[in-house]
């Protein structure tokens, strides 16, 4: 199986620096539990984007500090890319700015979170499951870091989990589509490391409550599964 990672990841402070990019880290998110698989990263954020998709089974898109509005021309572009990639029924997966950029580029809203930052580990609810979803608990933990989420739905998906704070948290469109608001490639460490980052830049309160979430790992490997289970009945 071999797979493109789009990264849309924008920072590149000493911070990000310092750690593994999304790139590599979808790399190792999927070489947990599929080794043998092949991912190749494009910098889309830099205008990197793939001169085909033909010789790839998926594409995966990642996070990003940047918004959907910001109004940039690689955004436009990915968008567009986006649409012709679900027109075409190619597995696609994303991944909170990935999971906006796609239900945007569907049809949805996006706008901010109505109470703010959301920072750490959070629990979603299942709410609808796919076949690739059995490994997942009814109470999903992963990793968050977002102020931005799907507000209206695009018109024919599914909603696959959600809590009070995020009616949105993942969504599926037919066997082609998968997606999370939350961050699976995050891992204890690094989310860790920037929650404290964050910390003289967001209220006290969320700093405190993210690292109170931290005491309890999320379920990532249960989510690389799906995410591996849901390419694999794709093809």
Known sequence: ?????????TDVSDFARAHPDDGQKFSSLIASVR???????????EGE??????????????????????GHAWIAT????????????RPLFGACFGHQLIAQALGGTIGPNPGGWVLGRECTQVTARRPYMATLPEALNLYAAHVEQVITP??????????AACPIGGFAVERHVYTTQYHPEMQPAFIAALTQHLASMLPSEVIEQARASLHQQADTLAFAESIAEFFEQAR
Do not use: Y
Request: glycine residues 4%; proline residues 8%.
């Open 1 to 9: 199986m071999r797979l493109a990672i789009l990264m849309a990841n």
């Open 78 to 89: 990915l968008e567009t890319l986006l649409r012709d990639i679900v027109a075409q029924k």
């Open 35 to 45: 080794p043998a698989w092949d991912c190749t990263v494009f910098l889309v954020r």
């Open 49 to 70: 984007f793939p001169e085909s998709l033909e010789r790839f089974d998926g594409v995966i898109v990642t996070g990003s500090p940047a918004s959907v509005h910001d």
């Open 154 to 163: 695009p018109p024919g998906i599914e909603v696959l989990c959600a809590n």
